[in-house]
Structures are given as C-alpha cells and as structure tokens.
C-alpha cells in the first residue's frame, strides 16, 4: 500500500480515560466532500482495533471499503489518519483473484482428504490389512512415520492412528527420533 498526504481527508486522536474508556479527543476534516465515518460513534471501535490485541500483533493500518485507516499510538493515545485510498481497486479485485483461486485448492485437497479417510475408515479388512503390511515393512527394519505415510498414502493422522494402534497392542516399538520423525521397528 503506498501512502500519500494528498489522500488524507482527516485526521482525529482517540484519548483513553482509564474511567469511561477510548474517547474522541479532537478531530479535523480537509476535505468536507469526503465523510465516510462519523468519528464520534467510531472512536472506540478504531482504538479497540489498533490497541487491543497482543503485543507486536497490532495492526498499522486497516483497509476498508471507501477509505483506510492508518495509526499512530501514543501513550494511551491514538492518532488516526483517515485516507481516501487511490487505484487501490484493481489491487483489491487482483487479490480476489488469489484468494478465490486458493480457497477452490484448498477446498479439492479437503475433498480428497475426507474421500481417503472415508475408505479408509469404513473398510476395517483394509485397515487390518495395512496394520499387517506395516509390520512386515519394520520387520528388521527402522522406519520413520513420514516413511510408512508415503507407502499407503495416508493422511498423517490416518498413519498415526494406524501406529498408535500396533503400539497399543505391542506389535512395534518406537526406536528413537530421526529429525523430529519417529522411528519404529517390529517387537
């Protein structure tokens, strides 16, 4: 986002009272043709935005629809720049773009992975089948748990699950760390 003084049209500080809380201080207007936000209603709503939260999670600036917000504490105080954002539409409907694009992936990839679990899940010779095959894939062997994922492909709690289940019933052993993967054999 680039900034620039020939956006601002106002500018208001938000002071805090330790009694009623955030407060309009004062504002200024520069530009009468532009009022996007009464500043009176808004006061708690801006400094609850730009001072709540953890420390160093803070935002600078908020982007809304007609203007943006840019902050500047100070004490228990706020300034707040309140900005007319120029040419900024096309980098919004780009970023629309982006966002609708990984949302569809990300929305395939749940799909896959909920198909795999649901076979996986309902099929009880299939698990029983991979327990039996993982425990003659360690037998003399040390294998991590990313290692086993890649032979059935599994989800990793799926995998996991599948594990936790032989060392219940004492079929494989953990042998130590590779990396932070686990390492198994056969008992």
Do not use: H
């Not at 620039?4 to 809380?21: K, P, Q, T």
């Not at 749940?110 to 089948?129: L, M």
């Not at 996991?160 to 198994?184: F, N, P, V």
Request: hydrophobic share 40%; net charge negative; proline share 3%.
């Amino acid at each position: 986002m680039n900034f620039n003084e020939n956006e601002l049209f106002s500018v208001a500080l938000v002071g805090f009272d330790l009694i009623n809380g955030p407060f309009l201080k004062w504002k200024k207007k520069f530009d009468d043709i532009n009022d996007f936000v009464n500043l009176d209603d808004f006061a708690v709503n801006f400094y609850l935005s730009f001072r709540g939260g953890n420390a160093g999670k803070k935002p600078r600036a908020i982007l809304y629809d007609n203007f943006y917000v840019v902050a500047f504490p100070k004490d228990l105080e706020l300034c707040c720049l309140f900005m007319k954002p120029r040419g900024i539409e096309t980098n919004i409907k780009n970023l629309n773009k982006i966002a609708s694009r990984i949302m569809l992936e990300m929305e395939s990839d749940d799909n896959e992975d909920e198909i795999e679990e649901g076979i996986a899940s309902s099929d009880n010779d299939t698990v029983e089948e991979v327990k039996r095959l993982i425990v003659n894939i360690l037998n003399d062997t040390e294998m991590s748990t990313p290692e086993l994922r890649k032979y059935f492909k599994l989800t990793n709690s799926e995998i996991w699950k599948l594990i936790s289940d032989l060392e219940s019933d004492r079929k494989i052993k953990r042998t130590g760390k590779k990396g932070r993967a686990q390492l198994w054999t056969v008992i």
